[in-house]
């Protein structure tokens, strides 16, 4: 079945002003892999283009300049009956099909150029030839919108977004491309025909994330359980190998990215730079710095200071559901010839994982969290707290919405089959947890306990702690 354009609400609207500029645009296009870029340029413009071409992967200079050629031939060249042999002619030979294509039509004239990194051979001088096409012709026709598109963040972030040279501040549209939310993921899946229930699509995300490629191999009539192990634990399942595949697309020197992502993978609350090199031998220098905002541009770890703590303290957390489904079970595992996963579902290794895992879901949905609230038109600042206490005072808090009307939300995560039962117990330690916070930060406005639950809160003598309670059904409202 083909897939629906979901959500993008914000990119539908970049792209909206961009075909209504009075002038050139050139526009990147950007995101990790499998999150719909390519999708969403051809559904936008229904691959109607005054020219497209897309590079090809692990191919020498003289086969992309093939492929382009023939790219050429397919909207219209036809005064040429060999390939280019530089990029320099090639862009020469667009700029020609292009000024021909002026004539035909008032409208935008529309150049898509998908996985442009994969063009960029080594010494192809293929960025050398886009400036000279976008500075010397394509920016003053003021009809042209050239996009590029990749899924090699450090390479467009180096040769395009942050280029020195040629094509310095010639950006005029960043269009990323994040997870689809909750809400998102919900009306894809019902989209494409499948039944699930809401703790089912908060599994899978849970396990995979809002990534439409992933999403769209969940097949009809197969439980989360069934799908989960044709995916990811059969052998040669769908999405097998997709973990190595997807940073190797992503980054250069993937390996060092890899590394980092398997250190935090070890620490749910997050680890400081320091404790990351500790971890993973990386010289500290220039390039890890690179590596950290990287992954933190791409959606895969957060950066956060702690509850009034200083920036030298900051610490990074894996936040990537299917980076950390893989270190806690693809990659400790492997595949298997029988079920897996199925076998799982009840243990408490599962429970383990899916108390911590619902807890970053909460963590990127704290705007649905903060709209039940009824906050969000307010100032706030979300921070996760671990004291700094001796053993026996030790606590952490794993989201703090400090709110610029003086009161402080302290959010309880608790992943449950049916309505939370709050015991003497829990209550006991979350008092305790609470009281240390509000002690060690010397707070003194209001803290007001939120319990982030699946179904709900079960009302007995210890329940009256919370001041709110949100449910799974809102964390669907954004």
Same mark, same amino acid.
């Given at each position: 079945m083909d897939s629906i354009l979901v959500g993008r609400k914000e990119q539908l609207r970049q792209l909206d002003r961009i075909m209504t500029s009075k002038e050139s645009e050139f526009v990147t296009v950007y995101g990790r892999r499998r999150i719909g870029k390519t999708f969403l340029v051809n559904s936008y413009f229904d691959n109607k283009f005054a020219f497209k071409v897309t590079g090809l992967a692990k191919k020498a200079k003289r086969d992309q300049l093939a492929n382009f050629f023939e790219s050429l031939k397919r909207y219209g060249e036809t005064v040429h009956s060999r390939k280019p042999r530089t990029w320099a002619e090639a862009f020469e030979r667009l700029r020609s099909l292009l000024e021909l294509s002026k004539t035909k039509n008032s409208s935008k004239r529309v150049v898509f150029i998908d996985e442009l990194p994969? $063009?960029?051979?080594?010494g192809s001088n293929l960025i050398t030839a886009l400036e /000279?096409?976008?500075n010397d012709w394509a920016c003053v026709e003021r009809d042209v919108v050239l996009i590029v598109c990749g899924s090699a963040t450090s390479w467009l972030t180096t040769k395009i977004l942050k280029n020195k040279g040629g094509l310095h501040n010639r950006v005029?549209?960043?269009?990323? #491309? /994040?997870?689809?939310? =909750?809400?998102?993921?919900k009306e894809y899946i019902t989209s494409n025909g499948l039944l699930m229930?809401?703790?089912?699509?908060?599994?899978?995300?849970?396990? $995979?994330?809002?990534? +439409?490629?992933?999403?769209?191999q969940l097949k009809k009539g197969r439980s989360l359980a069934? *799908?989960?192990?044709? $995916?990811?634990? $059969?052998?040669?399942?769908?999405?097998?190998?997709?973990?190595?595949?997807?940073?190797?697309? #992503?980054?250069?020197?993937?390996?060092?990215?890899? *590394?980092?992502?398997?250190? =935090?993978?070890?620490? *749910?609350?997050? =680890?400081?730079?320091?404790?990351? #090199?500790?971890a993973t031998g990386i010289d500290a220098g220039g390039h890890f710095s690179t590596i950290l905002k990287n992954l933190v541009d791409c959606d895969f770890v957060r950066c956060y200071k702690g509850y009034n703590k200083k920036t030298k303290s900051s610490l990074y957390q894996l936040i990537d559901s299917f980076s950390l489904f893989y270190f806690k079970f693809i990659h400790k595992y492997g595949t298997f010839d029988k079920p897996f996963w199925q076998y799982q579902i009840g243990t408490g290794t599962h429970d383990t994982w899916a108390g911590l895992a619902f807890e970053q879901l909460c963590l990127n949905h704290y705007k649905s969290i903060e709209k039940k609230l009824g906050i969000s038109g307010i100032i706030t600042n979300v921070f996760s707290w671990i004291s700094s206490g001796k053993a026996d005072e030790c606590a952490q808090i794993d989201l703090v919405i400090k709110r610029s009307d003086r009161v402080i939300n302290i959010c309880e995560m608790k992943y449950y089959d049916g309505e939370y039962v709050m015991d003497k117990k829990?209550?006991?330690d979350f008092?305790?947890?609470?009281?240390?916070?509000?002690?060690? *930060?010397?707070?003194?406005? +209001?803290? /007001?306990?939120? =319990?982030?639950?699946?179904?709900?809160?079960k009302s007995n003598v210890y329940s009256g702690i919370f001041q709110n309670t949100i449910t799974l059904e809102d964390l669907f409202s954004l």
């Open positions: 994969w $063009m960029d051979s080594r /000279h096409f976008w005029t549209e960043k269009v990323y #491309l /994040h997870p689809f939310t =909750l809400s998102e993921c229930d809401d703790k089912s699509i908060a599994e899978c995300y849970m396990i $995979m994330g809002g990534v +439409p490629y992933y999403l769209k069934q *799908n989960i192990d044709e $995916m990811f634990f $059969m052998k040669k399942g769908s999405l097998d190998g997709e973990f190595d595949a997807l940073y190797a697309s #992503l980054f250069e020197q993937s390996d060092k990215y890899i *590394n980092v992502i398997k250190a =935090l993978s070890s620490k *749910n609350k997050g =680890l400081t730079r320091q404790e990351i #090199l500790d829990d209550k006991t008092e305790r947890r609470v009281r240390i916070f509000k002690a060690e *930060n010397k707070i003194k406005v +209001p803290v /007001h306990p939120v =319990l982030v639950t699946t179904y709900g809160l």
